[in-house]
DNA sequence: TTGCATTTTTCATATTGCGAAATACATTTT
DNA sequence: AAAATGTATTTCGCAATATGAAAAATGCAA
């Protein structure tokens, strides 16, 4: 549903694209290799299938799916428990998708933050970005106590429902939030997600105003966060903190003091990363 | 050296072997697929390469490579700068990578390592971790001997009187070391006890510097123990492994064979869990 | 033992992936 | 400006090889 594949987007490179470039969609991917890695992400979305499941399931011919599966296998991309017969994701395709963290130094640089940030509220601490009209998590220092929020890194979310992911679109420009909310259904998760467009927007100015973002039991029920954007070198917003709890934890009551040193970590952060808040000076919108 | 890849081991599943399983090696995995996860592999071990070195590091048609990434590309797997013309690691691949972690435990995966090391070295096998700068237990195969060292599983053991503990202490960087050692009292155990730090010290970076820590009795008197740490991802030594039983049979003589088996089976568990062994690299201190 | 379900291999065939070379840009050099 | 350079991207014809159907092999249950 999301726009997350943007394959057929024409402007693709700067350089050298020769004529035909037009209209009908070309077929220049490789079909066999496509076919494999939507064998391995839908064995990844839902593990522990057998061959034959993922055969049926995916309308191809069990053949063609072992000898993929023993091919990631020999890689150890894919894994099989032989008791069971059943196919897993491997631990080489984590080391190897672990490796997209390198590519900027954000978590490195927020891993301090969000220790320092757990330590202050006693609650689980996140970073998260947004990708393909979603909230993607990419690390968090846990909380000590028994009763925790847990989103495992890499985990992916719905932004309209999500603190990180409202921070995220109460800073975004006009043109963008328009794009991402366009014809998208905002799906309901419990009472209090904010599913109609106008509640949503008027959330958001509030949050832009505020500075903070806070989810009230809006993906979960019993489940609150606050959440603050954190900008780049262009002042926008790329990636988000928060910390999350129990609503018995995080109530009202303390809402003022954990935005606070939310807010100073997702600044923490914006600087550490050498970005500038624009938000600080030109009062948009 | 080890085995974590029996990949070419014979006896691969359990149902469903034909005849011709002898002797030359098969080629029943895909080619072209495997090239491509080649490809994949060696971007994602050295990202922000361009098109044109990774097809002549890989010595392959431009073409091909070509073909292969934008692929992978229009999944997520890998993503494209077209301002830098460089290709990297794509979100999607830490989102299906990230998955492998929702499966099985340490314990899980260290089991079969374990039972496979106490079979090569015929003494009992342990699994620990550090908690609250202790050494916890959390698994062990026993030996079949008569005499054997038993630690159950949940047992706490000070670290600085432990394999596992100085496995781990000897790997742990500097500032953490430095807080686990201040204001601690070494506790004496046996005459064998290291209870002066500067001595527990220099043990330390001697167990660096040959990958394995041995315990001579320091805890308990007639028991020797071997032990080799474990990394997680992000090359942190978070777990230990170990053989432990009576000195009169882990005498110096098999030190050197006992040792290589403990050190094999912490890469392999190392590897089972996702994680990177940075000391392999970077000799730091 | 006999079925049954599933995995794994074989095999013939057409699909399609492949590389060389050509082409198209962007950037730098002359 | 024009040429040279370095890169990405496409075309094209052919051979490699991926593919699915069906057969074989196996484990499990009755």
Same sequence: chains 1, 2.
């Avoid at 394959?7 to 470039?21: L, V």
């Avoid at 064995?43 to 399931?57: I, N, V």
């Avoid at 105003?209 to 609150?224: F, H, P, S, T, V």
């Avoid at 935005?259 to 919108?285: F, K, M």
């Amino acid at each position: 549903m999301s726009d997350a594949q943007n394959t057929q987007e024409n402007p693709r490179r700067a350089r050298g694209r020769p004529r035909g470039w037009d209209d009908k969609t070309e077929q220049k991917t490789i079909k066999s290799l496509d076919r494999a890695m939507e064998i391995f992400e839908y064995l990844s979305a839902d593990q522990g299938k057998t061959l034959s499941q993922l055969a049926s399931e995916l309308s191809q011919s069990p053949a063609t799916v072992y000898r993929v599966l023993i091919t990631l296998e020999a890689r150890g991309l894919v894994e099989f428990d032989p008791e069971e017969q059943r196919w897993y994701v491997g631990a080489r395709a984590f080391v190897i998708g672990a490796r997209f963290l390198r590519r900027t130094s954000l978590v490195d640089r927020a891993r301090p933050i969000l220790r320092a940030l757990m330590e202050r509220t006693g609650e689980t601490a996140n970073l998260g970005i947004e990708k393909g009209g979603m909230v993607l998590f990419l690390n968090q220092v846990e909380t000590h106590e028994s009763i925790r929020a847990f989103f495992p890194p890499g985990t992916l979310s719905d932004m309209h429902a999500s603190g990180i992911g409202k921070a995220l679109l109460a800073f975004m420009d006009k043109d963008r939030f328009g794009r991402w909310l366009k014809g998208r259904s905002l799906e309901t998760f419990t009472a209090h997600t904010l599913v109609a467009p106008d509640a949503l927007v008027q959330e958001l100015r509030r949050t832009r105003a505020r500075g903070y973002a806070i989810d009230a039991e809006e993906k979960n029920l019993g489940m609150r966060c606050i959440a603050a954007p954190v900008f780049d070198m262009y002042g926008e917003a790329v990636a988000g903190i928060s910390v999350s709890g129990p609503a018995t934890r995080m109530g009202r009551d303390v809402t003022e003091r954990i935005s606070r040193s939310v807010v100073d970590a997702a600044r923490d952060l914006t600087r550490a990363v050498g970005g500038s808040n624009r938000h600080d000076v030109d009062g948009q919108e």
